[in-house]
């Protein structure tokens, strides 16, 4: 039983890059004993100068010393550190690493930044790092729960129906429905770099969960709510694209018995209803919620019939449900008045046109606008993810013109494009049609930068300025966090087991037996 096979220990969490208010709330969740530390601080000055070596290389695609300025700056720190010095600071790193072999880690952290591939390789580095033997250098812990607050890639999960062809054009015998080479590398580099259990936020598509269900698997689920079974073995090198997908869904035989699958990913909704109440002050009825590109993402039976809906449509659905207080009571959300879609096409790699728009219970429109649809209406659009917010800035004008009082934003992943040439935080602060942004702290440059553009106003007294950059409100997902390690440490039986733990985002808990190793 995995209950009792993980009985004898302890667990520990491991703090990488994330939002100031994320680790403020583990380390006062959990408490600590010592100064903040970064993963990187955890680490043998050995294994430490590994890393640096492993991310300067002249052949390495991560060689970015602004993506690991962490690194960095504390390379150069010992650098400036007496004999002395370094041999005490040393001890200390090994006894963190003594502490850490055999037991349970949750790493948390974000694979985000300005340059996101060199992120997400750090994190799958420190991965190896805490998961491979001592004899190897690393800490040998002995299972690992990853906790990445932003997962990227995850738009590289679209289905196709081209086969695959080999240099000579013939068609191979692989003939793989995906071409989500990205989705499933990022998944694989996580599972093969240690990584037993996979947590993040807000998944792009149902293509995207069977992806990450495909590599990660499933685990039995007790009476007691705690795992029955043991994680399935460290996978090899990645083999291209994967056939194994449905390896572990239940479209293929499985044992009877309740399954958990080991990569999840962590809705939001709860904390966007509660911001948003606040911000409309009772008239909860009043709430149409848009789903900007879910106008004809249904599946359907053979007959025809509505059997469901991608991941886009139940985001908007669920934050409906919690805006409101109650679900809707009827089986199809394109009747609901207080449901909105829009058609989205694209235009090339990245441009893209709404080609159509349906508020609940009316007819579906072909270019025309009703105001009095939604008139005297307060709209929220919801996604997973800003980029450019182009999408975003036509789907406001649509809701605008259509008579919608106001338009709330609320989207998880605030990845906000910065170029030369454009900026995505100025340029949705400017639009009028937006009314209120409302993202969560998943990427923690985004609320750097958005900080820094609101010093750099009131240095300047640019009060227009300020007025658009005060509609954005960033909100934690720290409270998810914590509950997601608390979940942890029940269901996989750990020390110290908790089963008093209420999950109440207004109640403080007192440490139970996770000790926090930053």
Not at 71 to 88: H, K, N, P, Q, Y
Not at 233 to 257: I, K
Not at 382 to 396: R, V, W
Not at 432 to 458: V, W
Request: aromatic share 8%; glycine share 8%.
């Amino acid at each position: 039983m995995w209950g009792a096979f993980m009985a004898a220990k302890k667990h520990y969490v491991v703090i990488g890059r994330v939002s100031d208010q994320i680790r403020d709330e583990l380390i006062n969740e959990f408490g600590q004993t010592h100064e903040f530390y970064s993963d990187f601080d955890v680490m043998p000055l050995d294994q430490l100068e590994l890393m640096k070596q492993r991310f300067t290389s002249q052949n390495s695609m991560f060689g970015d010393r602004e993506a690991y300025s962490a690194l960095f700056r504390m390379v150069d720190r010992i650098g400036e550190m007496s004999a002395e010095e370094i041999e005490t600071e040393n001890l200390r790193r090994q006894q963190i690493w003594d502490a850490l072999e055999g037991q349970h880690v949750t790493y948390v952290s974000s694979a985000s930044g300005d340059n996101i591939s060199a992120r997400n390789q750090s994190n799958c580095m420190m991965s190896f790092t805490l998961t491979k033997p001592r004899d190897l250098g690393g800490a040998g812990v002995d299972t690992l729960t990853m906790v990445n607050s932003y997962t990227p890639y995850m738009r590289n999960d679209r289905k196709s129906k081209k086969p695959l062809v080999n240099d000579e054009g013939e068609i191979t015998a692989r003939l793989d429905e995906y071409n989500a080479d990205g989705c499933d590398f990022n998944a694989h580099q996580y599972r093969s770099n240690g990584v037993s259990r996979y947590v993040s936020f807000t998944e792009h598509s149902q293509d995207g969960i069977d992806i990450f269900n495909g590599r990660f698997g499933y685990m039995p689920v007790g009476e007691t709510g705690q795992y029955d079974g043991v994680l399935p073995a460290t996978v090899g090198p990645y083999d291209g694209r994967s056939q194994n997908f449905l390896m572990h869904n239940f479209n293929v035989a499985m044992p009877e018995g309740n399954y958990e699958p080991n990569a999840q990913f962590i809705s939001p909704a709860t904390l966007f209803a509660k911001e948003i109440r606040s911000l409309i002050a009772g008239r909860s009825q009043d709430v149409v919620v848009c789903a900007p590109d879910g106008m004809e993402k249904f599946y359907t039976d053979i007959e025809g019939n509505i059997t469901g809906f991608d991941q886009g449509v139940e985001r908007a659905k669920a934050l409906r449900d919690k805006i409101l207080g109650m679900a809707y009571e009827g089986s199809d959300p394109f009747e609901d008045p207080h449901m909105a879609f829009i058609k989205k096409t694209r235009m090339g790699q990245k441009s893209t046109v709404l080609s159509g728009f349906k508020v609940g219970g009316k007819p579906a429109q072909n270019g025309e606008d009703h105001p009095e649809y939604l008139s005297g209406k307060i709209a929220v659009i919801t996604d997973d993810i800003i980029s450019s917010g182009g999408t975003l800035k036509q789907a406001a004008k649509k809701l605008k013109d259509n008579g919608a009082e106001r338009v709330i934003v609320a989207v998880t992943h605030g990845v906000l494009v910065k170029t030369q040439e454009r900026d995505a935080i100025l340029e949705l602060g400017a639009c009028e049609d937006i009314d209120d942004i409302i993202i969560t702290d998943t990427i923690p440059s985004a609320g750097e930068r958005l900080k820094m553009h609101i010093l750099n106003a009131m240095n300047e007294k640019d009060q227009p300025l300020l007025d658009q950059l005060f509609k954005f409100k960033t909100i934690s997902v720290a409270p998810l966090v914590v509950e997601a390690i608390y979940a942890e440490h029940h269901k996989l039986g750990l020390e110290g087991m908790i089963t008093e733990r209420s999950y109440d985002f207004d109640q403080k808990s007192a440490r139970k037996n996770i000790t926090i190793a930053v």
